[in-house]
Each structure stands twice: as structure tokens, then as C-alpha cells.
Nanobody, 119 residues
Framework: QVQLVESGGGLVQTGGSLRLSCAASGRTFSSYSMGWFRQPPGKEREFVARITWIDGRTYYADSMKGRFTISRDYAKNTVYLQMNSLKPEDTAVYYC????????????WGQGTQVTVSS
């Protein structure tokens, strides 16, 4: 049973930074890709970034490039999302997700962590 537990959300001022963590358990994740998604209030969930566990290759939504960095700690089974230069429009519930690298959709999801950026 894959379990994903996010942490690190909170309230931050415009221009500030946060680092989200996603602790993964229940599997050996070497064949998995891990992703971050977010759902702003009143909007649909959107892709933020993903990383291939085995080799660390990263992919970002265009609007996140340069401000957000996804990384993973292989030994700790933890994925991070470093968010810098935060803007009020980054306010959202952020979700960690996992999928086998060959699958199209992410099938495992965490419970989400709230990030609020004040203006």
C-alpha cells in the first residue's frame, strides 16, 4: 500500500519561500515517478512538477520553471518541492502523487497541504 504524506505548507508573505515534503512509504519507488500538483481555490487541479525516482530527471509546468524546484532524497524516500518568490496566485492545496514510470496517470495521492501566500 503506497502512502504519501505531505508536510511543510503554511502561510507566507509574497516573495517568500516554502519547502514542501512528501514522505513516501509502502513500496520500493525506484520504478516510480513522483509529482506535485496543486488546486487553487475554485479551480481545477493542475500539474506543478514531477521527478523520476531512479535518475532524478525533472519536468515542470512552464509557469513554475525558475521558481519551483523538485528534488528527492533516495535514502529518506522523500520528495521535496522548493518554492521561491511566492505569489498570491500560488495559493492552493498542494498534493504529492506517485505513479509507475510507464503509466500515464498518477494513481497514488497524498492528503494535500495548504499553502497560502498573502499579499
Amino acid at each position: 500500500q503506497v502512502q504519501l504524506v505531505e508536510s511543510g505548507g503554511g502561510l507566507v508573505q509574497t516573495g517568500g519561500s516554502l519547502r514542501l515534503s512528501c514522505a513516501a512509504s509502502g513500496r520500493t519507488f525506484s520504478s516510480y515517478s513522483m509529482g506535485w500538483f496543486r488546486q487553487p481555490p475554485g479551480k481545477e487541479r493542475e500539474f506543478v512538477a514531477r521527478i523520476t525516482w531512479i535518475d532524478g530527471r525533472t519536468y515542470y509546468a512552464d509557469s513554475m520553471k525558475g521558481r519551483f524546484t523538485i528534488s528527492r532524497d533516495y535514502a529518506k524516500n522523500t520528495v521535496y518541492l522548493q518554492m521561491n518568490s511566492l505569489k498570491p496566485e500560488d495559493t492552493a492545496v498542494y498534493y504529492c502523487a506517485a505513479k509507475l514510470s510507464g503509466e500515464l496517470k498518477f494513481g497514488y495521492w497524498g492528503q494535500g497541504t495548504q499553502v497560502t501566500v498573502s499579499s
